[in-house]
T-cell receptor, first 114, second 114 residues
Framework: QQQVKQSPQSLIVQKGGIPIINCAYE??????FPWYQQFPGKGPALLIA?????SEKKEGRFTISFNKSAKQFSLHIMDSQPGDSATYFC?????????????FGQGTRLTINP | KAGVTQTPRYLIKTRGQQVTLSCSPI?????VSWYQQTPGQGLQFLFE???????NKGNFPGRFSGRQFSNSRSEMNVSTLELGDSALYLC?????????????FGPGTRLTVT
């Protein structure tokens, strides 16, 4: 059961373009939405995260947009660079009976062409 | 400060065998979580350990088990290996238990079951 649906599976963008990765969820118990970046041979690394009471968060060239009513959130990468080529995962965290549950989207393989 | 280390990095086992993977968290981190990453199922949470106790468990069969030692190092064991257990197994550590918001991943152990 996929609790967080991520799209697209893969994305190719020219350098300087703005790749957009989208995620959607159903469970309203989720209260924290992190994004991870994973390079080949490495584990995922936390990139940026947002809570549902905020509609947008920026950190450097990375921006999360959050639409609570639509239960959707997306990652935008401004002025994308070849070094941004990686797999990106959205995720959602809920707290149930004091225990955190973390679920990931399926991932998006992003390629930034020079 | 050294990151999360996992050993071995690569492992090939035969169906029916068992395997033990090791994880050393970041110095001072006392919580260790394990994840399975496959192309088909993506990233899935296995379990979390803190103070040598399992705090949280994902939806995996009993063949998957783990433990944590007094120095916070953790091991994960998979018994009676199946072909479907081929995956990248990731370990993540955090300073406090259940703090999935701020966890750091190791590079993973690539397990291939033949």
């Amino acid at each position: 059961q996929q609790q967080v649906k991520q799209s697209p599976q893969s994305l190719i963008v020219q350098k300087g373009g703005i790749p957009i990765i989208n995620c959607a969820y159903e469970n309203t118990a989720f209260d924290y939405f992190p994004w991870y970046q994973q390079f080949p041979g490495k584990g995922p690394a936390l990139l940026i995260a947002i809570r549902p009471d905020v509609s947008e968060k920026k950190e450097g060239r990375f921006t999360i947009s959050f639409n609570k009513s639509a239960k959707q959130f997306s990652l935008h990468i401004m002025d994308s660079q070849p070094g941004d080529s990686a797999t990106y995962f959205c995720a959602a965290i809920s707290v149930i009976q004091g225990a955190q549950k973390l679920v990931f989207g399926q991932g998006t393989r992003l390629t930034i062409n020079p | 400060k050294a990151g999360v280390t996992q050993t071995p990095r690569y492992l090939i086992k035969t169906r029916g065998q068992q395997v033990t993977l090791s994880c050393s968290p970041i110095s001072g981190h006392r919580s260790v979580s394990w994840y399975q990453q496959t192309p088909g199922q993506g990233l899935q949470f296995l379990f979390e350990y803190f103070s040598e106790t399992q705090r949280n468990k994902g939806n995996f069969p009993g063949r998957f088990s783990g433990r944590q030692f007094s120095n916070s190092r953790s091991e994960m064991n998979v018994s009676t290996l199946e072909l479907g257990d081929s995956a990248l197994y990731l370990c993540a550590s955090s300073l406090v238990p259940g703090q999935l918001y701020e966890q750091y991943f190791g590079p993973g152990t690539r397990l291939t079951v033949t």
